[in-house]
């Protein structure tokens, strides 16, 4: 059978992250030129209010530099090398307001999903940002394993897809989908994101679909998980490498 690639939202995760330094400016820009359909980042509040993108609340991992996100303000985390870890050719990329990463975004049909990886404090703060975003509402989605934190970005801005976030598994327990479903469905929350490790299955695609729910799912970095979960009919993927899933998903 030949995958329509049209039909799966290929999603550079952190930007094209096997590439470039993860969640920076320089990683969006080469999605998008590479033809990545939609780019994921993650994002926090800062003591002074703005909203900067990284994946952990720690600077030390991707900056060599120890300073915790929520006590520091934004020029702080921008004298910060976020490149570097990467490579030396990225050396002095810097961590991104999020204004600096949704400004990398073509106007059309390229979308950014934005997961919220701090609490609902941030959720004032990102209505405000993205009120300037109304009229390219369809290139906005938001993200969230909290359930609090979807709820409140839905009520605050119920213009904008919320999908919740869900691994397999939480506090070692299997996560019972028919009760996620309810509670997605209950929350008014527009589709699921849900981690690989899931036990995929047509059934279970069905249900998620027949509930009216969208799905994707992250982290897909093999070409035949790509091909399978296309072939099964998940409407996008979140990948390191969105060259290589187009690829996957395109061979006939
Ligand atoms: O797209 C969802 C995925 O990014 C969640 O995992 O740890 O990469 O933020 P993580
Ligand atoms: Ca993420």
């Known amino acids: 059978m030949s ?16 590439r470039a330094p993860e969640n920076t400016v320089a990683s969006f820009n080469l999605a998008w030129e590479q033809g990545a359909d939609a780019c994921e980042l993650d994002l926090y509040l800062t003591a002074d209010g703005e909203i900067a ?14 300073k915790i996100v929520k006590d520091s303000t934004m020029a702080d985390l921008q004298t910060l090398d976020a490149g570097s870890f990467k490579s030396k050719a990225y050396a002095g990329e810097k961590i991104p307001t ?19 990886k701090c ?6 703060v990102l209505a405000k940002q993205l009120a300037l975003w109304k009229l390219r509402a369809p290139q906005l989605c938001i993200i969230a394993f909290d359930r609090q934190v979807a ?4 009520k605050a801005m119920p213009w904008i897809k919320v999908y919740r976030l869900s691994s397999e598994k939480e506090n070692k327990q299997p996560v019972d989908l028919t009760q996620l479903i309810a509670d997605t469905k209950a929350d008014g929350l527009d589709g699921l994101d849900l981690g690989l490790k899931w036990k995929w299955s047509e059934a279970m695609v069905k249900e998620i679909k027949d509930a009216g729910l969208e799905l994707h799912v992250w982290t897909v970095n093999r070409a035949g998980d790509a091909r399978r979960l296309a072939e099964l009919g998940v409407d996008g993927i979140t990948t390191d490498d969105p060259v290589m899933v187009r690829e996957a998903i395109e061979k006939k």
Request: aromatic letters at 4%; a positive charge.
């Open 119 to 124: 609490g609902p404090e941030v959720v004032p």
């Open 151 to 154: 709820q409140e970005c839905k």
């Open 53 to 66: 993108v990284l994946h952990d609340a720690d600077t030390k991992r991707t900056t060599k530099v120890s």
């Open 3 to 18: 995958l329509s690639a049209q039909a799966v939202e290929i999603v550079a995760h952190r930007g094209f992250s096997s």
């Open 98 to 116: 999020l204004k600096e990463a949704l400004a990398t975004m073509p106007i059309g049909k390229k979308r950014f999903l934005l997961e919220v």
